[in-house]
């Protein structure tokens, strides 16, 4: 079962603490995160709160909030 | 048979300078203050005349003056550079690549006696490279016992003109030797666990950043599996010297309260190439903190990408 879109952006801004309205799809997360420790942070919220696990490489392959999005949708049903 | 980890000396860069000065030298990418915060607050590089070899020479030292004989000496590097020792002008003037096979190893050999040593050189591990080398060591001794005790050291500075700020750590120039014995010491070696990825050879410092927690908790708990335990039951775990963040993120992903975690010596030594982690072991043994029978994970990161992790249970051997 996927996880709701909504939630998994809303739990990145949560995380990241920033605005929803500044966490869109295509936004890079470069720009809104501080640094990478912070990313690392965001990635093992996801995983605890929707019951994911991600792989090795999956975090160099994450550019933007659409790609953790879809990451998060891919892990829910893999 | 037992194998264990003994005499751990180190040696640093004979130069110390504090975050503000290293940042003035052009050394960093991030601010002082950044390094600061970071846990970082001084670091040691070697002056012009400073050789890795000197390095080397500096660690072994009290090692050669305790053991009159090993029986092999394991000579890490980090920096291909640093696995050789000069001859590049003999080259040019000559054509005679023999200029460019001066090896530090051979050099150790004859200059501390150690007649009875063959040498092994391991690189390509960058600064896992001193875990390498207690893996080997112990297969030697586990194959060849005659062999012991066996000589590991690493030793790197980095060259002149070179930044000392390796994915947003404080890098020091410097060494440190032990043995790897059959004399019951300080710390059985139960196994060291290794993974390579070279799909991520040219790995950004954010990709070295985001690939270290996973692959470091596989090799802990790897190393932990071959040898029969749970990570649970780590009483330590002593990385190498890394940013602040590091340490919790890591302690929350194994499970494991972040007081566990051991490295003191990041603030004064910085992240000291391949050596930080075993200066930081001896720390702990020094710190009255071990207990016997406790176990310690020894996780290092390095470029390639690589990830080792030595497993070690203190023992109740004197110091």
Redesign the interface.
């Given at each position: 079962m996927s996880a709701p879109v909504g939630e998994v952006v809303g739990r990145i801004a949560e995380v990241l603490r920033r605005p929803v309205a500044a966490v869109q799809f295509d936004t890079e997360l470069a720009a809104i995160a501080p640094d990478s420790f912070v990313l690392v942070e965001m990635v093992i919220e996801l995983q605890d709160e929707f019951g994911v696990r991600f792989e090795h490489d999956d975090m160099a392959g994450l550019h933007t909030v659409g790609d953790v999005v879809a990451l998060v949708e891919r892990r829910r049903v893999s | 048979m037992t194998v264990f980890v003994d005499d751990i000396h180190v040696a640093l860069g004979d130069v110390r300078r504090d975050v503000r000065t290293a940042q003035a030298a052009g050394a960093t990418l991030s601010t002082s203050q950044q390094l600061t915060d970071a846990g970082f607050g001084t670091h040691y590089v070697c002056s012009d005349d400073m050789t890795a070899y000197d390095l080397a020479r500096l660690a072994v030292t009290p090692i050669a003056a305790r053991h009159r004989r090993v029986g092999a000496i394991v000579y890490a590097t980090t920096l291909p550079g640093n696995a050789a020792m000069g001859g590049a002008d003999d080259f040019a003037r000559t054509g005679d690549v023999k200029h460019l096979m001066r090896y530090p190893a051979s050099r150790l050999q004859a200059e501390f006696d150690f007649a009875a040593a063959f040498v092994v050189g391991v690189g390509q591990q960058a600064c896992t490279g001193l875990l390498g080398a207690l893996r080997l060591a112990r297969g030697l001794l586990l194959a060849e016992p005659h062999l012991d005790p066996i000589l590991c050291l690493t030793a790197d500075r980095f060259p002149a003109g070179a930044g000392y700020e390796q994915a947003?750590n404080l890098v020091s120039d410097g060494a440190v030797a032990c043995t790897v014995t059959l004399r019951p010491a300080a710390f059985e070696l139960l196994g060291v666990h290794h993974v390579t990825?070279g799909?991520?050879e040219f790995?950004s410092?954010?990709?070295t950043?985001?690939?270290y927690?996973?692959?470091t908790c596989?090799v802990i708990t790897a190393v932990c599996a071959a040898a029969g335990f749970d990570p649970q039951a780590l009483n330590w775990i002593v990385p190498q010297n890394t940013?602040s963040?590091?340490a919790p993120?890591l302690a929350?992903?194994l499970g494991l309260p972040e007081d566990r975690l051991y490295c003191p010596t990041v603030r004064e030594l910085g992240h000291l190439i391949a050596g930080d982690a075993l200066v930081n072991l001896a720390d702990l043994q020094k710190s009255g903190r071990l207990r016997a029978g406790d176990l310690v994970a020894v996780p290092i990161a390095g470029y390639g990408l690589n990830w080792q992790c030595a497993l070690l249970r203190a023992t109740a051997a004197p110091d």
């Amino acid at each position: 079962m996927s996880a709701p879109v909504g939630e998994v952006v809303g739990r990145i801004a949560e995380v990241l603490r920033r605005p929803v309205a500044a966490v869109q799809f295509d936004t890079e997360l470069a720009a809104i995160a501080p640094d990478s420790f912070v990313l690392v942070e965001m990635v093992i919220e996801l995983q605890d709160e929707f019951g994911v696990r991600f792989e090795h490489d999956d975090m160099a392959g994450l550019h933007t909030v659409g790609d953790v999005v879809a990451l998060v949708e891919r892990r829910r049903v893999s | 048979m037992t194998v264990f980890v003994d005499d751990i000396h180190v040696a640093l860069g004979d130069v110390r300078r504090d975050v503000r000065t290293a940042q003035a030298a052009g050394a960093t990418l991030s601010t002082s203050q950044q390094l600061t915060d970071a846990g970082f607050g001084t670091h040691y590089v070697c002056s012009d005349d400073m050789t890795a070899y000197d390095l080397a020479r500096l660690a072994v030292t009290p090692i050669a003056a305790r053991h009159r004989r090993v029986g092999a000496i394991v000579y890490a590097t980090t920096l291909p550079g640093n696995a050789a020792m000069g001859g590049a002008d003999d080259f040019a003037r000559t054509g005679d690549v023999k200029h460019l096979m001066r090896y530090p190893a051979s050099r150790l050999q004859a200059e501390f006696d150690f007649a009875a040593a063959f040498v092994v050189g391991v690189g390509q591990q960058a600064c896992t490279g001193l875990l390498g080398a207690l893996r080997l060591a112990r297969g030697l001794l586990l194959a060849e016992p005659h062999l012991d005790p066996i000589l590991c050291l690493t030793a790197d500075r980095f060259p002149a003109g070179a930044g000392y700020e390796q994915a947003y750590n404080l890098v020091s120039d410097g060494a440190v030797a032990c043995t790897v014995t059959l004399r019951p010491a300080a710390f059985e070696l139960l196994g060291v666990h290794h993974v390579t990825n070279g799909g991520l050879e040219f790995a950004s410092d954010d990709e070295t950043v985001a690939t270290y927690f996973s692959y470091t908790c596989e090799v802990i708990t790897a190393v932990c599996a071959a040898a029969g335990f749970d990570p649970q039951a780590l009483n330590w775990i002593v990385p190498q010297n890394t940013h602040s963040r590091v340490a919790p993120i890591l302690a929350r992903l194994l499970g494991l309260p972040e007081d566990r975690l051991y490295c003191p010596t990041v603030r004064e030594l910085g992240h000291l190439i391949a050596g930080d982690a075993l200066v930081n072991l001896a720390d702990l043994q020094k710190s009255g903190r071990l207990r016997a029978g406790d176990l310690v994970a020894v996780p290092i990161a390095g470029y390639g990408l690589n990830w080792q992790c030595a497993l070690l249970r203190a023992t109740a051997a004197p110091d």
